[in-house]
């Protein structure tokens, strides 16, 4: 019997992690490994490394420099060095010539590419030409918006006005016409893609997964109210300064904020922790992360960006935590599966506040989520076996019309 054979294709992989989008990558990865799938891992490194071959989690993995100005995980550059480096990444051709050796090499049965940015385009075009069915899901906006958050001057609009985006998004989306399974992980994200024009042969939702009952199981900790948990990357498109402005306003009840991750702001919110009643916790993950949910009583995600199906705030609600977030995105999608949770209109200027503080004198209210039962649906519709037996059945259909 043929085994099913995957090139997973992702910017960054493990242990070089941003955020939520490669840490869902590597989920995905083990998981089909776990379900006997020959998978390989194609990803990137630093110029200086070159080429890399080593395995992680017993999984083949392959990194090398894509040629460009600099590594995407390297520290944050200057403008003019990002605006060569999305020139490039428009259409890389010696990345292109790469990724044909690399597939000549390996002869998947399925192509799945992850975040694209580094290996731009391209990698869909060659991986078509030389006869490979492709699959791509979607983690954030990167083929509709520069800065793949859809923030920028205006916020009322997702994209700005400039002709230069305009023809960005023209562009990339163009290449989708290669793709021949387009997936996202929320209604939200693949209407936008949508609505801009999405040329792939079909498309399908599959909600990333989790481990359902491992977080369901901290419903009954006993919590600290007081105690407010932010979890994600310390950037100020994620929203972690209008957190620490908002918060500072309530002043008529006590509270902790503790605080969980790494980004450039890393050093400002060490300066916070100067007030006692911040903490930082650095990264976390494991038994660490699940400490931290077994604590804190309300976890606020308070993102400016649209985005796309946020972990942290499954995990929250998963976790019996009640989750303060914006109406904006797939953080709404969210929210309206559940029936706990508070949410805000991100352009009034004290929603945040008003909502935090509201979640703080909810012990006895509607938003108290360790007195409702999870229904059976939403466990089914956030597990890891639902999402890997989307993704089987995907590759499945695809191997039929080979």
Same mark, same amino acid.
């Not at 993950?285 to 796309?308: Q, T, Y």
């Not at 009034?348 to 935090?356: K, N, V």
């Given at each position: ?64 420099f ?11 550059q ?9 020139f ?34 391209i ?16 983690r ?32 990339k ?5 290669? !793709?021949? +399974?387009?997936? /996202?992980?929320?209604?939200?994200? @693949? ?5 801009? %024009? #999405? ?16 977080f ?12 407010i ?7 100020e498109a ?32 060490r ?26 009583? !309300?976890? +606020?995600?308070? /993102?400016?960006?649209?985005?796309n @199906? ?5 995990? %929250? #609600?998963?976790?019996g ?9 797939g ?11 508070i ?9 945040l ?30 597990s ?19």
């Amino acid at each position: 019997m043929h085994k099913l054979k995957v090139l997973m294709v992702s910017n960054l992989y493990y242990p070089y992690e941003i955020g939520g989008a490669e840490m869902s990558t590597r989920r995905l990865v083990n998981g089909l490994f776990s379900k006997g799938i020959d998978i390989t891992v194609l990803s990137t490194t630093s110029k200086e490394k070159g080429e890399e071959r080593d395995l992680v989690d017993g999984i083949p993995v392959i990194r090398f420099f894509p040629d460009n100005e600099y590594w995407v995980y390297e520290k944050p550059q200057e403008k003019w060095k990002k605006a060569i480096w999305h020139f490039k990444e428009l259409y890389n051709s010696a990345v292109g010539r790469q990724i044909r050796i690399y597939l000549e090499e390996l002869r998947p049965d399925i192509v799945h590419t992850q975040n694209i940015d580094s290996f731009s385009p391209i990698v869909w075009k060659v991986a078509h030409e030389l006869g490979f069915k492709v699959i791509h899901t979607t983690r954030d906006g990167h083929l509709l918006c520069p800065k793949a958050n859809f923030v920028h001057q205006n916020p009322q609009d997702k994209y700005c006005k400039s002709m230069l985006c305009d023809a960005y998004r023209f562009w990339k989306v163009s290449f989708t016409k290669y !793709i021949d +399974v387009f997936c /996202s992980p929320s209604e939200f994200l @693949l209407n936008e893609h949508k609505n801009q %024009g #999405l040329k792939a042969k079909n498309s399908v939702v599959i909600a990333d997964g989790f481990d359902v009952e491992k977080f369901c199981e901290l419903r009954d900790s006993v919590r600290e109210r007081a105690n407010i948990l932010y979890m994600g990357h310390l950037s100020e498109a994620k929203g972690i300064t209008d957190l620490h402005r908002a918060i500072q306003k309530i002043t008529d009840m006590s509270w902790v904020l503790h605080i969980a991750g790494k980004g450039p702001l890393e050093n400002q919110i060490r300066e916070w922790t100067k007030d006692p009643r911040f903490v930082y916790h650095g990264h976390v993950s494991g038994e660490a992360k699940l400490d931290l949910l077994k604590k804190c009583s !309300i976890l +606020v995600m308070p /993102s400016r960006c649209f985005e796309n @199906l946020p972990g942290t705030v499954i995990e %929250g #609600l998963l976790s019996g935590l009640i989750v303060v977030a914006p109406q904006r995105g797939g953080t709404t999608e969210i929210m309206s599966r559940f029936s706990y949770g508070i949410t805000y209109d991100p352009e009034h200027p004290d929603g945040l506040c008003l909502s935090i503080h509201q979640a703080l004198n909810s012990e006895d209210s509607d938003f108290n989520p360790r007195e409702k039962e999870l229904d059976g649906g939403i466990r089914d519709w956030y597990s890891e076996t639902r999402m890997l037996n989307s993704y089987k059945n995907v590759y499945i259909s695809q191997m039929r019309i080979i």
